[in-house]
């Protein structure tokens, strides 16, 4: 058969999948694996070529950083956190919205997103329920902090551990270059949810007290563990910082973490590995050979053609083109598979032009990962928030997150926009 009825059947198997992928009707992973066998079962790409489709670089990161949270949350350090900071509020309702939110828009930055949700938002129901207060205000704060926080580093979100992984740029280029907006967008992103929810943001004084009466340090529960895991989790984070300069890859640093932290703590391996969240690993692995098959049949680079055609090859209009549509794009669509996309595209670009790509890949980073927080589907976050609230009765529907989500969003990519037109696009 020709080459053109292989390209074509490459597209079409890559569409329905990111059409179920999207639908949610079918587990992703498994849509997911089933597109990427599709892809070896008729040839578009062979065994070899889609295993070195894989970037094992995201996949050690990814494996070596849920290592060390898986024991680090076993610890009760972030409940500890997230007591202690209730406390010194005395129960203030908008100051607890505010401490939670900065709690998780850095730890989002240090550790991931999905990760320090599922640490933080139980806490946030105890606190809210102590409070008979509506928990919705506080929790979407989180969602929204943790997108925002995650976009600062590396490490952060998925869409940069990718982008780094494929590009090379470490993770003091990441802070560099994209903590600044980052933080300018939470701050903003902060005052706006005071004006919104004040009116809901009101206790009485009695329950105020309740809050004053919980004990923080029942919250912890292996402190000589305690002390392992930050002290390991320091030194990782160190090594991220340090890792360009000494010739060493993030994976890889993650990875010797992960290993030393689970060497000295003695935890059972097993219980750890039973943890981490395997569907999330898989699910990468076969969307890496999906979009591996699209560039040996040339459609990534075929894309990449028109991206140029249309912007004739003007940086500020490829920039801000891939900003707005990353993050449009990333409201409706999980931004794993659409980031996972995008990178050979932008690296076709840097093939077919004379333009300098790696603003680019910031305008990739902070339009899919701003993105998220457009709509409850937009990032894993979001999911696993709305998740936590249904399990305890408390359910927020998709138009009333996205009244509030959508505009948040728009103004981050609109600060976005000014940011990266100042320093990079003018």
Not at 390 to 401: A, G, L, V
């Amino acid at each position: 058969m020709s080459t053109s009825f292989y390209t074509l059947l490459a597209i079409v198997i890559f569409i329905a999948t990111y059409g179920i992928i999207i639908s949610e009707k079918i587990n992703r992973t498994t849509i997911a694996f089933f597109g990427a066998v599709l892809m070896v079962l008729f040839h578009i790409i062979g065994l070899d070529k889609a295993i070195e489709a894989i970037d094992f670089h995201t996949i050690g990161l990814l494996i070596g950083m849920m290592i060390i949270v898986n024991i680090l949350k076993r610890t009760g350090l972030f409940e500890y956190v997230a007591i202690k900071s209730a406390k010194l509020t005395k129960g203030d309702p908008w100051r607890i919205l505010f401490i939670l939110s900065a709690i998780t828009a850095i730890s989002s930055a240090l550790l991931d997103n999905v990760t320090t949700v599922l640490l933080v938002a139980p806490v946030t129901l105890v606190i809210t329920e102590a409070l008979e207060i509506n928990p919705i205000p506080f929790m979407m704060a989180q969602i929204l902090s943790a997108n925002i926080g995650g976009t600062a580093t590396l490490i952060g979100d998925p869409p940069n551990i990718m982008i780094g992984s494929e590009t090379g740029l470490g993770f003091m280029d990441f802070i560099i270059n994209l903590a600044p907006a980052a933080f300018v967008i939470y701050i903003v992103t902060i005052l706006i949810l005071k004006v919104i929810f004040k009116s809901q943001l009101h206790v009485k004084d009695e329950l105020k007290a309740k809050i004053m009466g919980f004990d923080e340090h029942r919250a912890l529960k292996d402190k000589p563990l305690m002390i392992k895991s930050l002290s390991v989790l320091s030194l990782t984070i160190i090594g991220f910082g340090l890792h360009q300069f000494v010739g060493m890859e993030t994976a890889t640093v993650a990875l010797a973490g992960a290993s030393l932290l689970l060497l000295i703590s003695k935890t059972d391996p097993e219980e750890i590995f039973h943890e981490i969240e395997w569907l999330t690993i898989f699910f990468f692995v076969f969307l890496f050979i999906l979009v591996g098959a699209l560039e040996e049949k040339g459609v990534i680079e075929m894309i990449a053609k028109g991206v140029i055609d249309i912007t004739q090859g003007n940086l500020m209009f490829t920039g801000l083109l891939i900003l707005w549509i990353s993050g449009i794009a990333s409201a409706f669509l999980d931004n794993i598979p659409f980031v996972a996309t995008m990178i050979p595209l932008i690296q076709s670009i840097g093939k077919l032009s004379t333009l300098n790509i790696t603003p680019l890949w910031w305008a990739l980073a902070l339009g899919a990962c701003l993105g998220g927080n457009g709509t409850l589907v937009g990032a894993s976050a979001n999911v696993v928030v709305a998740g936590i609230l249904e399990k305890h009765r408390h359910k927020i529907s998709f138009m009333e997150y996205m009244k509030i989500g959508f505009p948040l969003m728009l103004i981050s990519i609109i600060i976005a926009t000014a940011y990266m037109y100042v320093f990079y696009l003018m």
